[in-house]
């Protein structure tokens, strides 16, 4: 499996906390069946990338920890006026082991209106944009079709594995499931930022993927596109999205209710 968003380098952001803790993150990462994790700091009000700073950092963790799992460099990026233009401007300092993808963040309470404009203007300078972790993201829970809406314009979904295994809450699982249903995720990660409460493991997820959708689409959401986005090759085609209720329930009732009449 491949980890394209987690946080192990320590002292860059509120990842690991110290070079021991991201040692052992890796490790744990390793014995997890993890052969490659992308190491993606915060960039946002709270903490500055520093790219040459987190390069130095990543290759001591790369010696440390040895040649297993694999060690690259990305970036967690904050969606703001001044990181769009840094991203505009120097591309390579935050895309994903200098491909065209990004990660990109929301705020927790507030969704610009022009997200529109700003993903055109990303896709005509040649980035590909994976929204991150968009399950837990409060605004995007209370309007889960922001999400059908992106994918339909060419954004990519990344969601944490720890919400589809219900880590985060019975709400957060539902809605990772249902988008899983509706072909709408592109990757599963681990977004890790310690070795407890958020760990780096994705088999758990795998696993669970497999059985519900079959080993091909877990192979497809934890290996292949990930390994596309580490090498930087095009997408390849995915599942046809397919529309997504805000309510299945709600909808599984009436349309009972109409068969009955």
């Known amino acids: 499996m491949i980890d394209i968003h987690c946080h192990p380098l320590a002292g860059v952001d509120d990842g690991a906390e110290s070079f021991e803790v991201a040692v052992a993150m890796c490790r744990m990462a390793a014995a997890d069946g993890i052969t490659h994790l992308v190491a993606t ?49 120097n591309r390579a300092d935050f895309t994903i082991n200098n491909s065209q993808y990004v990660l990109v963040e929301f705020g927790k309470h507030f969704i610009p209106t022009q997200l529109d404009r700003v993903f055109y203007e990303l896709q005509c300078a ?19 079709n922001l999400l059908q809406h992106w ?52 088999s758990g997820c795998y696993q669970k993927v497999a059985e519900a959708k079959g080993k091909e689409t877990a192979d497809r959401l934890l290996l292949e596109n990930p390994r596309t986005v580490i090498e930087g090759k095009p997408l390849p085609r995915q599942p046809t999205p397919l529309e997504l209720s805000d309510n299945k329930q709600e909808e599984r009732w009436w349309a009972f209710w109409r068969r009955s009449k």
């Open 126 to 144: 040649g980035l590909v944009p994976i929204l991150t972790h968009p399950e837990r993201n409060p605004v995007i829970r209370r309007k889960p």
């Open 151 to 202: 994918v339909g314009r060419g954004c990519l979904v990344q969601v944490t594995a720890k919400s589809y295994l219900g880590g985060f809450g019975l709400k957060v699982q539902r809605l990772a499931e249902q988008w899983l249903d509706c072909n709408l995720i592109h990757f599963f990660a681990s977004d890790a930022h310690d070795l407890e409460s958020r760990p780096p493991l994705l």
């Open 41 to 89: 700091p915060h960039s946002n009000y709270e903490y500055s990338f520093q790219r040459e700073v987190n390069q130095k950092k990543l290759a001591e963790l790369q010696a440390a920890v040895g040649s297993a799992p694999k060690l690259l460099l990305g970036c967690d990026l904050y969606l703001s006026y001044d990181n769009l233009q840094q991203l505009l401007e």
